[in-house]
Nanobody
C-alpha cells in the first residue's frame, strides 16, 4: 500500500510562486511515475504534470508549460511541483498520484492518490 501526502498549498497573489510537496510512503518511489493533477470547483480533474521513473522524463499540460516544474528527490521519497507566475485560473485542489506507466497523463493510469492541497490565487 502506498500513502501520498501533499503539502505546500495556500493563498498567493497572481504572479506569485508556491512549491507543493508530496511525500510517498512506499519503497518503490524511485521506480514509480509520479504526477500532479488539479480540480477546480465545478470542473473535472485535469492533468498538470508528470515525471517518469525512466530518466526522469517530464510532461506538462500546455496551460502550465514554462511556469511549473515537476521534480523528484528519490532519497527523500518526495515529489515537488514548483509553480511560478501563478494565475487566478490555477486556483484548484492539487493532487499527487503514483502510477506505473511512463508519461502517464490520464487519471486512470494512476493507482494511488493523495488527499489534495488547496491552492488559491487571488487577483
Amino acid at each position: 500500500q502506498v500513502h501520498l501526502v501533499e503539502s505546500g498549498g495556500g493563498l498567493v497573489q497572481a504572479g506569485g510562486s508556491l512549491r507543493l510537496s508530496c511525500a510517498h510512503s512506499g519503497r518503490r518511489f524511485s521506480t514509480t511515475t509520479m504526477g500532479w493533477f488539479r480540480q477546480a470547483p465545478g470542473k473535472e480533474r485535469e492533468f498538470v504534470a508528470a515525471i517518469s521513473w525512466i530518466l526522469d522524463n517530464t510532461v506538462y499540460a500546455d496551460s502550465v508549460k514554462g511556469r511549473f516544474t515537476i521534480y523528484r528527490d528519490n532519497p527523500k521519497n518526495t515529489l515537488y511541483l514548483q509553480m511560478n507566475d501563478l494565475k487566478v485560473d490555477d486556483t484548484a485542489v492539487y493532487y499527487c498520484a503514483a502510477g506505473r506507466r511512463a508519461a502517464a497523463t490520464t487519471a486512470d493510469e494512476y493507482d494511488y492518490w493523495g488527499q489534495g492541497t488547496q491552492v488559491t490565487v487571488s487577483s
